[in-house]
C-alpha cells in the first residue's frame, strides 16, 4: 500500500517561506498524482495544488500560483511543496494525498483521492 509522510511544518512570521515535504513509499511515485491540500478547524478541506510526476505537470488553484511552488524529486521519491510570501489565512494543518495517475482530476477538493498522509502544521503569525 502507499504511504505518504509530510514534514516542514513550522511556526513562521507574515512574508515568510516554508518548503514541505512529501515523502512517498510503497509505490513507484511515477504511478500517481499528488496534490497538497490544506485544512482548518471548522472549515472545509481546500485543495492547492497537484503533479503528475512521470509527465511533469502541474497544477494550482488561483489563491496560491503566485506564492506556491510543487515539484518532485524522483530520486527520493518526494513531493515538496514551496510556500512563499506566507500571510496568516495560510495558517492550517497541510497534507499530501495520492491517487492513481489521471491528470490532477479532483485536485481542487480531493474527494477521489486513496491515500493521504497525517498532515503537518503551518502557522503564520506575528
Known amino acids: 500500500q502507499l504511504q505518504l509522510v509530510e514534514s516542514g511544518g513550522d511556526l513562521v512570521q507574515p512574508g515568510g517561506s516554508l518548503r514541505l515535504s512529501c515523502a512517498v513509499s510503497?509505490?513507484?511515485?511515477?504511478?500517481?498524482?499528488i496534490g497538497w491540500f490544506r485544512q482548518v478547524p471548522g472549515k472545509e478541506r481546500e485543495g492547492l495544488s497537484c503533479i503528475s510526476s512521470s509527465s511533469s505537470s502541474t497544477y494550482y488553484v488561483d489563491s496560491v500560483k503566485d506564492r506556491f511552488t510543487i515539484s518532485g524529486d524522483n530520486a527520493k521519491n518526494t513531493v515538496y511543496l514551496q510556500m512563499n510570501k506566507l500571510k496568516p489565512e495560510d495558517t492550517a494543518v497541510y497534507y499530501c494525498?495520492?491517487?492513481?495517475?489521471?491528470?490532477?482530476?479532483?485536485?481542487?477538493?480531493?474527494?477521489?483521492?486513496?491515500?493521504w498522509g497525517q498532515g503537518t502544521q503551518v502557522t503564520v503569525s506575528s
Open positions: 510503497g509505490y513507484s511515485l511515477n504511478y500517481y498524482d
Open positions: 494525498a495520492a491517487k492513481v495517475r489521471d491528470s490532477c482530476s479532483d485536485y481542487e477538493t480531493g474527494s477521489e483521492y486513496t491515500f
